[in-house]
């Protein structure tokens, strides 16, 4: 029939459609900037969306499970009850957060299943 040759070559083609077939299923949501999102939040609202931005200062909220996050002139709340979160989470941090962004009570609230914060730097100052 085929040779092995030819065999090898046609299983090779369709392994490689096949994993192409699951990335582009399966594309990452691209990250986005707290300003970006902000700028025009309403065609995000209801939408899984990845976003990226630094922890506001005193924002941590840990009974209520939110902080805030901000870029250069927008701010978001952030609703990580449903997130396990690193331990690594604080003030100034840069924190990578994916969810659902929600219109509630007259503010834009992302009500995140996914944090990762970023890791400490080692030229950071220490904290006593």
């Known amino acids: 029939m085929y040779s092995r040759r030819v065999r090898i070559f046609i299983l090779g083609g369709i392994i490689t459609i096949g994993l192409l077939g699951v990335l582009l299923m399966e594309a990452p949501e691209p990250t986005r900037q707290i300003d970006e999102v902000m700028d025009d ?10 976003i990226r931005g630094e922890v ?5 909220d840990e009974s209520n499970f939110e902080f805030i996050l901000h870029g250069t002139t927008h701010t978001l709340r952030i609703d990580y009850a449903d997130a396990s979160v690193s331990n690594g989470l604080g003030d100034n941090r840069t924190v990578y957060a994916q969810g659902v962004l929600k219109f509630v009570d007259g503010e834009y609230v992302l009500h995140s299943d996914v944090i990762k914060t970023s890791c400490p730097s080692k030229y950071e100052e220490a904290t006593e």
């Open 41 to 50: 939040p309403s065609q995000y609202v209801d939408q899984e969306i990845a």
């Open 56 to 60: 506001l200062d005193g924002s941590i």
